[in-house]
């Protein structure tokens, strides 16, 4: 019987007729994993079974018999026909451990890596006709189902870049055979799924320029940049560069092609035909290149082009990010692009539209409510909608924006659409998709309180992640991210370093809004310094907040310098405001009893407390319990009391609201002593 085995996707083996061999529990097919890795050679039994339960559990007293067990079963399914006491043919012992002696045309992997070379030397259409054909091979992501395991990590990076090559390799076929308008569809799936690959955005501009869709080309030129300054924070390189000069010059070398029809003779970006004086220009050079940029963009992208779809996301995103008004305009056009979209049905457009705003958000309660829900709605929508070879990226993309805009409210659904974000992206390898999905994993660890730790390792993720592929903005969100969980577990020496460094990214890279979190977190520190006076606090609440008027962010701004400065009241023992004209925002049920009480009122105080909504689970959750937990001791009510007790144990170590690198209310477990106590007084 000729065994035949499968890598490119879930580990598989099949027999000679082509039925899959069944391989018994998870262990023996790691094993089977394992020594394919090992491409013929041997593994010693020592290092199979630190590969089977790393990072997992201890292994078990007999693990070296355990593995014995799995590779004689293995044989068994392998070789049904070998007859007892004859040595093993294919599975065999060679000195200290196992080999899987395969043939070269066994494995699907070691199949493809040889075909790709092969179509190095073939004419085009039969270098085209192998390529394709090895493609079809992939089931999946190679050793699909040991994504996670250390030993199958170098393999399934080099087949996954071979791939990637293999697929850049059939494109070039296409376009030297002149089917450019046939390597579109593919080079656009391509570069949506792997951004960051210059010959991919190469050959995509290439091919819609000739196809004759010279508007399109420098649209994906101009997106191409637009991504790598933004996530690589490098500029398109000379391949790149040159490109686009050449089809702005309609180059003839560029070999256009049978199926590109006659283009217009070049303009200048500035409007002007060639030969004719440029018009007259701002002295700045970065408005020169804007306007020349729109300029000719307008021109040359037909009106109505999906393409400009997907070029406004990408200036949206990069608009977002510039603070006050920028924000807000980003936002309420955002959904317009998905609506626009969305009326085209076309499924995978909108799913691009939806997942190109991967715009970095720390802010725990959405800016605005209704919007994020049509987008939650819109991103389910399409899910359902999309076929069903639609490219993973595309979907994790859709799933990360359903567990960001989720966020603040109960439903599962966010962090469902969280973990599967985050799987598919370490699956496909790709930082920007992780660095998003981990985004909406962020905003998904508030289920209960004392989670600090939990956030605190995904900022050191998104920092590790961000810092080592050039993606700016999640390297600044990291930061604020353990600026806030470091706060949260007292160690202000950290936060401060998270001050600093996300302050310095935001300095080189123009983002004001960082600013905004940095100084709200200087307050903290200064309240817990123990060397300010509340006055003095107070003050610097004053000063933190005045930037929030007009920076975009209602979700954030509305209630919470009256919350900040009610918190430093209760800090110091002191009764809250009595001015009946403060705006409380959404925080104003956990502020009424307390107001209540310094009126003087308690049964209006009890009535607030019995009528108290459950906080959202967001990132004033112990803040908002430890206010009820203070009116609750203050009146005698026992069943609050017990709430807020039971929903702030888990957080005994943190400092309650200094999560939010906003405000505090002092060391969570204060307040948990002081309820213990009150439960324990007589009724």
């Known amino acids: 019987m000729e065994v035949a085995f499968g890598v490119l996707g879930p580990v ?10 069944a391989l018994r529990g998870p262990r023996h097919r790691a094993v089977l994993a394992r020594l394919l890795v090992a491409r013929r050679r041997v593994v010693p039994v ?15 007293a007999d693990a070296v018999g355990a593995v014995r067990t799995f590779v004689a079963a293995l044989r068994r399914a392998l070789e049904p026909e070998r007859p007892p006491r004859t040595r093993a043919r294919l599975l065999v012992t060679e000195g200290p451990g196992y080999a899987l002696r395969a043939g070269p045309e066994a494995v699907d992997a070691w199949r493809f890596e040889e075909a790709v070379t092969a179509a190095g030397a073939l004419p085009g259409a039969r270098a085209l006709a192998r390529l394709e054909e090895a493609l079809g091979w992939w089931r999946g992501p190679a050793y699909a189902d040991f994504a996670d395991d250390t030993w199958a990590r170098a393999e399934r990076s080099r087949l996954a870049e071979l791939r990637l090559h293999a697929v850049e390799r059939r494109a070039e076929a296409r376009l030297a055979l002149g089917r450019a308008a046939e390597a579109v569809p593919d080079l656009d799936a391509h570069t949506a799924e792997h951004p960051w690959r210059e010959n991919a955005w190469r050959l995509l501009a290439l091919a819609l320029y000739r196809t004759g869709r010279q508007g399109d080309a420098l649209a994906v030129l101009r997106r191409a940049r637009t991504l790598l300054v ?5 500029d398109p390189g000379p391949a790149l560069r040159r490109l686009e000069a050449d089809i702005l010059a309609q180059a003839p070398h560029l070999d256009p092609g049978p199926d590109r029809p006659p283009t217009t003779p070049w303009t200048r970006p500035d409007g002007t035909a060639r030969g004719q004086a440029p018009a007259a220009a701002s002295d700045d050079p970065a408005e020169q290149v804007w306007a020349a940029a729109t300029a000719a963009y307008d021109r040359t992208v037909a009106a109505g082009a999906r393409v400009r779809l997907e070029s406004a996301v990408g200036l949206l995103r990069d608009l977002a990010v510039t603070g006050g008004g920028g924000l807000e305009a980003a936002r309420g056009h955002r959904l317009a692009a998905i609506t626009a979209a969305a009326e085209l049905g076309d499924p995978e457009l909108t799913a691009r539209v939806i997942g190109a705003y991967d715009v970095p958000a720390i802010w725990t309660r959405a800016d605005d409510p209704r919007l994020a829900a049509e987008t939650v709605a819109a991103a389910e929508r399409v899910l359902a909608e999309l076929p069903p070879d639609a490219h993973l990226a595309v979907r994790a993309r859709l799933l990360a ?6 966020r603040g409210t109960r439903s599962a659904r966010g962090p469902q659409a969280a973990r599967q974000a985050e799987g598919i992206a370490r699956r496909l390898n790709d930082p920007a998709l992780l660095a998003f999905a981990l985004n909406g994993v962020f905003m998904q660890t508030f289920h209960r309180a004392g989670l600090a730790p939990q956030r605190d390792a995904v900022g050191a993720e998104l920092v ?21 969980a470091r706060g949260a577990l007292a160690d202000f020496t950290g936060a ?13 890279h123009e983002l004001p809004l960082v600013g905004v979190f940095t100084r709200w977190y200087r307050v903290v520190r200064l309240a817990e310094s123990g060397g300010a006076r509340p006055e003095e606090v107070a003050a610097a609440c004053r000063d933190a907040a005045r930037p929030l008027a007009g920076a975009g962010m ?7 310098l009256p919350l900040a400065l009610l918190c430093l009241r209760v800090r110091h023992g002191r009764p809250a405001p009595t001015d009946d004209s403060v705006d409380w925002g959404p925080y104003e049920p956990w502020a009424r009893p307390l107001v209540s009480l310094a009126h003087g009122r308690p049964d209006d105080a009890r009535a607030a407390l019995r009528s108290l909504p459950e906080p959202p ?19 005698g009510d026992r069943a609050t009391m017990e709430r807020a007790r039971s929903e702030l144990a888990p957080a005994a170590a943190e400092l309650a609201g200094a999560g939010s690198g906003l405000l505090t209310l002092g060391p969570v477990a204060r307040y948990l002593d002081e309820l213990t106590d009150g439960l324990r007084s007589p009724r």
């Open 496 to 508: 401060d370093r998270h001050a600093t460094a996300a302050e310095e990214l935001a300095e080189r």
């Open 12 to 21: 598989t083996a099949w027999d000679g007729a082509g039925d899959v061999i």
């Open 401 to 406: 924006t359903i567990a960001l805009e989720s």
């Open 464 to 484: 590790a992640l961000s810092a080592r592929h050039g993606l700016v903005t999640h390297e600044v969100l990291g930061h604020l991210v353990r600026l806030q």
């Open 230 to 234: 933004a996530q690589l924070g490098t």
């Open 46 to 60: 020592g290092r199979l079974v630190e590969d089977l339960w790393a990072g997992r559990e201890e292994p078990p």
């Open 617 to 635: 689970r967001d990132l004033l959750f112990e803040a908002l319990w430890c206010l009820a937990a203070r009116a609750a001791l203050a009146v």
């Open 554 to 560: 209602p979700g954030l701004e509305r209630g919470l």
